[in-house]
């Protein structure tokens, strides 16, 4: 069984990579995002992740004290294989 779900993900981004079109910023956000998805494999609660289908929303960048990066929260839709219980 395959669920498509839509997954809050903070993703971290260095300011030399923002840019005033924003075309920079998405392009950014959207490599570290699948970076970040293929370094976690799977939850106890959601089962294991396959691959990121869009990028939903990016919302406002926060800057974090004494580092210059910013944070975004982003939500995605993802794909995701059932939990190992559920494979017969």
Not at 37 to 52: C, E, Q
Not at 57 to 76: A, L, P
Request: include cysteine; charged fraction near 20%.
């Amino acid at each position: 069984m395959f669920l498509n779900v839509q997954l809050p993900w903070n993703v971290i981004i260095p300011a030399e990579s923002l840019d005033m079109k924003g075309l920079m910023l998405q392009k950014s956000i959207i490599i570290r995002l699948l970076d970040d998805f293929s370094t976690k494999k799977a939850t106890k609660d959601l089962g294991y992740f396959l691959a990121v289908t869009t990028l939903d929303h990016i919302g406002e960048g926060k800057v974090r004290q004494h580092t210059g990066i910013y944070c975004f929260q982003c939500f995605s839709a993802a794909s995701l294989s059932s939990l190992s219980e559920e494979i017969s």
